[in-house]
């Protein structure tokens, strides 16, 4: 089997639109979360979130359709820089495009108040009221090449992580010789918004501002939504070096797995997420103790922060104390089907750069959340060989990726 290179990345995050900018921010603890601009938040009861505030260059015929729906033109933005870091200028045919995100984007005020009452009108307009998954899929491919296979994947918030899993795995068999993989998301409309807060899951302590999501903090109350995209470029590590592109790591492993345990609680004792990160560490060829960072799924909802502290305990029995764990979400907000991709890139740039992002709302671990949290807001010196990335979703999906420092 091949080992596997990422020679691209690209982001659009609620800190920072392009991968350096997206670094600082993140580095310095720098909070992208504030009030919801997107639509009039002022009757519900959540009115944070992690809006994407920096411009996109994007060409007309994306543009008109990020009016729409803006994640399209994260994708395509966040596809863009990826490619371009790759030195990549076309997707040959043998490429795979693999894509993760969440929902449909509705015109809900369209569906609500259209004066047309039969049914068939409605449906027979469809095109107007809603943006199709593929059409991010669609519209990267019109713009870069036509690869031979071409995917969305809609698994909550594991999607972009299982994306570039699945992609790994196509380039360590043979199967493709390049992948275009991860994620785009932007839940920040009155359906998203309205939907998570009726689950409870997300904070209403909106007089709190940028350090509302506080991952494993004693007084945590809830998850804040974020929106953008990310992606990576993925090829054979030895034909990345005899091309002379830079090497940002190595993909080393992936595991993934369904507990279905329920539609959004996650199971109790972490057992799905337990057994996505010793999947990793399998395919990985690792022992544990090879883990030197831990980028965790870090909600900061009370149930997921201490069902996936225990599961890291777990499989970590012998170094937990000594992991350092960080928790991105605290500053960019949930990207929800995108959150597997960004912070898989958090994980590629804590490599390049030696650093550990900080949590840096974290004042108090709560009970059961014990682990080294990278606390504060300076990052931490690193110079560990492999990190992990872990993604748990709605339904049980979890997925965990693990990378190792590029030494090209």
Known sequence: MRRVAVTGFGAVSPI?????????????GASGIGRITRFDCST????????????????????AVAERDPKVGFAFAAAAEALAAAGVARLAPASLLHLGTSLESFDLGALVFDERRDFRSVVEGRDLLQVPLDTAARLVAEAFGRPRRSLTNVSA???????IGHGFAAVRSGEVELVLAGGFDSMINPLGV??????GALSTENDRGASACRPFDASRGGAVLGEGAAMLVLEPLEKARAEGRTVLAEVLGYG????AHGLSAPDPEGRGAERAMRAALADAGLAP???GHINAHGTGTRLNDEVEAAAIRR?????????PVSATKSVTGHLIGAAGAIEAGACLLALVKGLFPPNPWLRKVAPGCELDHVTGTTARRFDGEHVLSNSFGFGGQNASLIFRRSHA
Do not use: N
Not at 44 to 57: I, K, P
Not at 256 to 259: E, N, P, R
């Open 44 to 63: 519900f009861a959540v009115q944070l979130a992690g809006e994407v505030r920096g411009s996109l260059d994007l060409p007309a015929p994306v543009r």
């Open 315 to 323: 499989v970590f029995a012998g170094t937990w104390q000594r992991i």
């Open 16 to 28: 920072g639109v392009g991968r350096e900018a997206f670094w600082a921010a993140l580095a310095a």
């Open 157 to 163: 918030c594991a999607a972009s992580a299982q994306a």
């Open 194 to 199: 309205g939907g998570f807060q009726l689950l």
């Open 256 to 259: 993934s797995t369904l507990d």
């Open 289 to 291: 103790e090879a883990i």
